[in-house]
């Protein structure tokens, strides 16, 4: 499950509980898997209860996953700082920011840390000659009260995630791919492509 990402800056978006946070957990391992990125952050507000639902044929060796750090941040200040002081020290290729309506509660708290955010991005690129991706994910709630055209140009990129229920079964659909959750014969729970 690979998102394409074609701007600097995405925003995943999509319902409550639709599959979001499983979504960027399975783009980092991705990234990782296939060398397209050599080291991703994962940001989330709190440490996470379970694995997230992960796709069908991810490899599940630890050692590739050795260059995904997570980085559990559980305010705006904190986040700033991750930004400032630990992005040029990482040097990730790929960030992803969970819970992004956790961070921020008006327009001037996202526009203040987006500038902060590229400063840093700028300074990866041109002190280190890293090239770094963000994909903040949000639900589309948290966003009713913020002028569209305002966020859409803070974060040009936009991936929407549409659920749906099919025959019983928990579905959603992503960049006109539709992927399937369901549980294992162990109780995990998986993501597969859904069959037509």
């Known amino acids: 499950m690979d998102l394409q990402l074609e701007n600097t800056l995405t925003l995943l978006q999509g ?7 499983s979504l960027l957990f399975n783009h980092a391992v991705q990234e990782l898997v296939s060398k397209r990125s050599k080291k991703v952050c994962f940001v989330c507000p709190k440490k996470l209860e379970r694995v997230p639902a992960t796709h069908l044929g991810l490899p599940e060796d630890p ?14 200040q904190e986040l700033r700082e991750f930004i400032v002081e630990q992005l040029p ?6 960030v992803l920011i969970d819970s992004l309506q956790h961070y921020f509660s008006d327009l001037p708290d996202i526009y203040q840390t987006i500038k902060i955010l590229e400063n840093s991005l700028n ?11 963000v994909v903040f994910a949000t639900s589309n709630a948290s966003l009713a009260g913020f002028n569209e055209n305002c966020v859409r140009d803070l974060i040009p990129g936009r991936v929407l995630i549409s659920p749906a ?19 294992d ?10 069959s037509q």
């Open 63 to 76: 050692v590739q996953l050795k260059n995904l750090s997570f980085h559990y941040i559980s305010n705006r």
């Open 89 to 94: 020290t990482e040097r990730p290729n790929l």
């Open 15 to 21: 319902p409550s509980f639709c599959g979001k946070t």
């Open 185 to 194: 014969k162990g109780g995990s729970r998986r993501i597969k492509l859904h």
């Open 123 to 133: 300074f990866l690129h041109q002190r280190c000659g890293v090239e770094c991706k």
């Open 165 to 183: 229920v099919r025959s019983g079964r928990t579905c959603f659909s992503v960049q006109g791919l539709e992927f399937e959750i369901f549980e």
